[in-house]
């Protein structure tokens, strides 16, 4: 079972550029959402997709948009990047509608994006 | 508002020590659930344990525990005879019922020295 899988691994950007971050959810998963962990902090939700569909999101500016695509996979995009944007960024799937559960979340490793 | 609080930032124990870490949350929801996750320096969020707001069965699962007391909002989390690897940051979160999202905690940074 492939678990969630994110890529780059670290990303180095200067502010007012544009980053595209990606997200392959675990076999099985129709949901995935989005975290920002800044350091030394707990992570943020971002926003959710079920099915294609943002299904949530958080307090975050329209800067920060996203999609998820027909394979379940996922892409976070941040515009007109600043400095406050250097963060984790985490992705997580789960099986059910949603996550309106108790069901866990499966999270990637992440991706370091630092903004100069 | 939703809130989660881990007082602890951080806590360091000797292998084989028993430690507890802390949780208290806050929600109007009365259905909602808790988790705790482990992130170790990998960065990937390690689940842990989870228990739903209707449930105050207090249980163990190997090394590990819980205590949630609804009558003082906390969700604490056991681990019984530390070891090394346990060292990580812990991380209490809390989801209502309609929602999806997760309300993380500060964290708490565990170092379990030898």
């Known amino acids: 079972e492939t678990g969630v899988t994110q890529s780059p691994t670290h990303l180095i950007k200067t502010r007012g550029q544009q980053v595209t971050l990606r997200c392959s959810s675990q076999s099985g998963h129709n949901t995935v959402s989005w975290y920002q962990q800044a350091l030394g902090q707990g992570p943020q939700f971002i926003f959710q997709?079920?099915?294609?569909?943002?299904?949530g999101r958080g307090n975050f500016p329209p800067r920060f948009s996203g999609l998820q695509f027909p394979n379940y996979s996922s892409e976070l995009n941040v515009n007109a990047l600043e400095l406050d944007d250097s963060a984790l960024y985490l992705c997580?799937?789960?099986?059910?509608?949603?996550?309106?559960?108790?069901?866990?979340?499966?999270f990637g490793s992440g991706t370091q994006l630092s903004v100069l | 508002a939703q809130k989660v609080t881990q007082a602890q930032t951080e806590i360091s124990v000797v292998e084989k020590e028993d430690v507890t870490l802390d949780c208290v949350y806050e929600t109007r929801d009365t259905t909602y659930y808790l988790f705790w996750y482990k992130q170790p320096p990998s960065g990937e969020l390690v689940f842990l344990i989870r228990?739903?707001?209707?449930?105050?069965q207090n249980e163990i699962s190997g090394r590990y525990s819980w205590n949630f007391q609804k009558s003082t909002s906390s969700f604490n989390f056991t681990i019984t005879a530390s070891q090394v690897v346990d060292s990580a940051v812990y991380f209490c979160a809390l989801r209502a019922s309609n929602t999806g999202k997760l309300i993380f905690g500060q964290g708490t940074t565990l170092q379990v020295k030898p």
């Open positions: 228990r739903n707001s209707f449930d105050e």
């Open positions: 997709y079920y099915r294609e569909e943002e299904n």
């Open positions: 997580a799937s789960s099986p059910g509608q949603g996550g309106l559960t108790n069901e866990k979340l499966f």
